[in-house]
Nanobody
Framework: QVQLVESGGGLVQPGGSLRLSCAAS????????MGWYRQAPGKERELVAR???????NYADSVKGRFTISRDNANNTVYLRMNSLRPEDTAVYYC??????????????WGKGTLVTVSS
């Protein structure tokens, strides 16, 4: 019922910046927390950042001070601004949303991911 589509990934040099976008479409009662996860080669998927419906953000320690998560509730979109990128940030970045589709039931949805490569 809910689809998440990421965009904005690509190749960037160390120290550069990218902004990822994730747009939700479909049917739901409300979208609660939205977030970004990433999976690097040979690693498990990990939380990067999340943001509540009221705009309160949380970040992984590895990205604090460098990444900024935001959301546009009117357009059902979550963003991730990534600054001062490092090679270790290279990963597939996945959008996640906790969605209430039929109160009181909620479930998580995932996008297919967008690849971010940080390399010179």
């Amino acid at each position: 019922q809910v689809q998440l589509v990421e965009s904005g990934g690509g190749l960037v040099q160390p120290g550069g910046s990218l902004r990822l976008s994730c747009a939700a479409s479909g049917r739901w009662y409300s979208i609660n927390v939205m977030g970004w996860y990433r999976q690097a080669p040979g690693k498990e998927r990990e939380l990067v950042a999340r943001i509540g419906s009221g705009g309160s953000p949380n970040y992984a320690d590895s990205v604090k001070g460098r990444f900024t998560i935001s959301r546009d509730n009117a357009n059902n979109t979550v963003y991730l601004r990534m600054n001062s990128l490092r090679p270790e940030d290279t990963a597939v970045y996945y959008c996640n949303a906790n969605v209430m589709t039929a109160p009181p039931y909620g479930m998580n949805y995932w996008g297919k991911g967008t690849l971010v490569t940080v390399s010179s």
